[in-house]
């Protein structure tokens, strides 16, 4: 695609180009998104009912709308080059510190900093620098600055939502209603934010490289099940004091099992798949549209269903290890069942959504699938919680599996697409070294 500044170079800043992939710096970037994302598993777990799953969901939505803006920003600019790291550090710095914020975004403890105000505040200065990169770097550009002005727009009315919501409802309200017209104050700035992303229609989407922004996707999808790892793997603080049982270790290989699955129903092919889609997407605006919906918004529900599923898990391990807990466990809480199967659920109806959008595939092995772990979940619910798991694993592996073999002939067309493309850059690379090195 065309520089969308005209080829100019803002004094600073380097442009990106069609071929560039994701930076060190940026995975350096995503290492904050590490410990958010462990953040909003513990806050979840830490208000176990469907009112605090919901903020969770909230927080984790505007989470994700600041990430998406590193990525945009990645495939503008370069981001290793000029100033940008020293400003990319600086930004990092308010990113962890509303990741640190999060547990306390909707409740204001006395004896620190009011967690909302920290949290609106940071989120403020993260979304506001993001913004003026690019405003700098269409500068010269009239159109350019005139559309990702309006990206401002939604930047001041989200955190002026986010605001009120930690200053008003507490004076108007008491009790359920406060709680309510506070997050109905957050859902409000997520409606601000991802709704001038569809009016705007692509305009803060400027797609210089499809390989660099299907690959920043790819690099978060990991993060977050690198998430469900650490939360299998650490559970509660007590775990560490407990003894190492056979149940433990059945609990960990039944957890790796299901992650397993679903990174091979996203990596396997339908991530080589949307990339090549993307890439055949020449028109600039269609190819905007595009990163936008599969990857902004429907990259979204992923990341949600691996953290649900984390949150699943997060207490499992732990009655496992506990000497008091019957061999298979006791019967799962009813949010750790609905976490666990809802979370796997969401995850694959995200990969039916995204074949269809890009790919104009049914993926009806995994639509059947989602129905039946639908139609398990009250099985599971009688179950002790490893059988519960151990059903959850083998259906997720099937419904993996069946719809892996239902793809065999689209899956080798995208993976040998795939394979050339890495074999010749791979062998361009190899023919610069030996000219240059």
Same mark, same amino acid.
């Given at each position: ?7 100019r ?119 506001a620098s993001?913004?003026?990169i ?89 993060v ?17 004091? %407990?003894? #190492?049982?056979?149940? &433990?270790?059945?609990? *960990?290989? $039944?957890?790796?099992? !299901?992650?397993? =699955? @679903?990174w091979? /129903? ?7 798949a949307?990339?090549q ?93 989602? %129905?039946? #772990?639908?139609?398990? &979940?009250?099985?599971? *619910?009688? $179950?002790?919680?490893? !059988?519960?798991? =151990? @059903?959850?694993? /083998? ?7 069946v ?6 002939p689209?899956?080798?067309?995208v ?23």
């Amino acid at each position: 695609m065309a520089r969308a500044d005209g080829g100019r170079r803002a004094s600073g800043v380097q442009r990106s180009a069609p071929g560039s992939r994701a930076t060190r710096l940026e995975l350096f970037y995503d290492l904050v998104f590490v410990f958010a994302f462990l953040n909003v598993t513990t806050a979840a777990a830490g208000n176990p009912t469907v009112r605090g799953v919901i903020q969770a969901l909230v927080v984790l939505a505007l989470l994700w709308w600041c990430w998406t803006g590193f990525a945009a920003l990645g495939n503008v600019i370069r981001t290793d080059q000029g100033v940008v790291p020293l400003v990319g550090f600086v930004t990092m710095a308010a990113a962890f510190v509303l990741a640190l914020s999060l547990p306390k975004a909707f409740i204001d403890r006395p004896g620190g900093l009011s967690g909302p105000l920290v949290f609106a505040s940071c989120y403020f200065l993260v979304r506001a620098s993001q913004v003026s990169i690019f405003l700098w770097v269409g500068r010269r550009n009239r159109d350019l600055r005139q559309r990702w002005l309006l990206m401002a727009v939604p930047v001041v009315l989200a955190t002026t939502f986010i605001v009120t919501a930690a200053l008003v409802p507490q004076r108007l309200f008491d009790g359920t209603a406060e709680g309510l017209a506070r997050l109905a104050c957050w859902i409000a700035a997520i409606g601000v934010e991802y709704g001038a992303g569809l009016a705007l229609r692509g305009t803060g989407w400027t797609i210089l490289s499809a390989g660099h922004w299907a690959e920043r996707h790819a690099q978060i999808i990991l993060v977050a099940l690198g998430e469900t790892i650490i939360a299998l793997g650490l559970g509660p603080s007590g775990t560490i004091s %407990l003894p #190492l049982t056979w149940p &433990v270790l059945i609990g *960990a290989v $039944l957890g790796i099992a !299901v992650v397993a =699955a @679903l990174w091979w /129903a996203y990596f396997d092919t339908l991530a080589f798949a949307m990339e090549q889609a993307l890439h055949r997407t020449r028109d600039r605006l269609a190819r905007a549209v595009l990163a936008r919906d599969a990857y902004t918004y429907l990259h979204l529900p992923v990341v949600a269903g691996v953290i649900l599923f984390a949150l699943g898990l997060k207490g499992l391990i732990y009655e496992g290890a506990d000497p008091g807990t019957p061999a298979w466990g006791v019967t799962l809480p009813g949010l750790d069942l609905l976490a666990l199967y809802g979370g796997v659920s969401v995850y694959l109806l995200a990969m039916i959504v995204l074949g269809g959008r890009m790919l104009g595939a049914a993926r009806w092995p995994t639509v059947g699938g989602v %129905l039946l #772990l639908l139609l398990l &979940v009250p099985v599971a *619910a009688q $179950l002790p919680e490893l !059988v519960a798991l =151990a @059903l959850l694993a /083998a259906a997720t592996v099937l419904i993996v599996g069946v719809q892996t073999v239902v793809d065999a002939p689209r899956r080798r067309r995208v993976r040998q697409v795939a394979l050339e493309e890495q074999l010749a850059a791979e062998a361009e690379q190899t023919r610069w070294r030996g000219h240059h090195l």
